[in-house]
């Protein structure tokens, strides 16, 4: 299709274990940013790309969080010896380009939940 | 610290009924945008806006920025259970290439 897409669309795991997240934004979209949202809340930023550059990581939680993205499109998220409070929804979104005044095309996002 | 305050937080309201939503944020904005999000699903896009004074009309929803481009306001005429989701606002200075994002709005239209 052409919307962005997110993968697994869930995952159940146990506390300790690590998890990866996929995001596949719209073809030729430059901008790419990863959010996580909490059940009924608004969007908490976690780092964004610019191509495959992340100029800003200033929203990752911990250390162990992290992201890469590769040729400029696919990019992965990973959380290390997940804990309980890393349960939510992670949401991608990519834009043509990275200004303020452009739209953010979303994906339906990972519900994350750690046992 | 940028702020984008949202309110109010929570709005039950039966069909049929108008409502409006505010988005107040604590520094110039160069533009705003209000997205919609229903459960399951990533937020969608509603409107931008980039002009202060500026209205837009969709449908029954009618988006204000305020004059001086710190605030922004949603009105929904007539409101329908179609209507119901998690409204969100988000905007920026010129300088940002990271929106800053509202809380949300949680709306729900009881038909």
């Known amino acids: 299709g052409a919307g962005v897409s997110q993968s697994p669309s869930n995952k159940v795991t146990e506390k300790g274990k690590d998890v990866e997240l996929r995001c596949d934004p719209i073809s030729g979209h430059t901008a790419l940013y990863w959010y996580r949202q909490s059940l009924g809340q608004g969007l908490e930023f976690l780092i964004y790309f610019q191509g495959n550059s992340a100029p800003d990581k200033s929203g990752l939680p911990s250390d162990r969080f992290s992201a890469e993205r590769t040729g400029g499109s696919v990019s992965t998220l990973t959380i290390q010896r997940t804990q309980q409070e890393d349960s939510a929804v992670y949401l991608c979104a990519s834009s043509l380009v990275g200004a303020i005044n452009q739209p953010q095309h979303f994906g339906d996002g990972t519900r994350l939940s750690i046992l | 610290t940028q702020l984008l305050e949202q309110s109010p937080q929570f709005l039950s309201i039966q069909e049929g009924e108008n409502l409006t939503v505010y988005c107040n944020s604590s520094s110039v904005f160069s533009s705003l945008q209000w997205y919609r999000q229903e459960p399951g699903e990533g937020p969608v896009l509603l409107v931008t806006?980039?002009?202060g004074g500026e209205v837009k009309k969709l449908k029954r929803l009618t988006f204000q920025f305020g004059d001086a481009r710190k605030d922004s306001s949603l009105h929904i005429t007539a409101a329908q259970p179609g209507d119901t989701g998690l409204y969100l606002c988000?905007?920026?200075?010129?300088?940002?290439?990271?929106?800053?994002w509202g809380a949300g709005t949680k709306l729900i239209i009881k038909p």
């Open positions: 806006v980039v002009t």
């Open positions: 988000a905007g920026g200075p010129a300088s940002n290439y990271q929106l800053i």
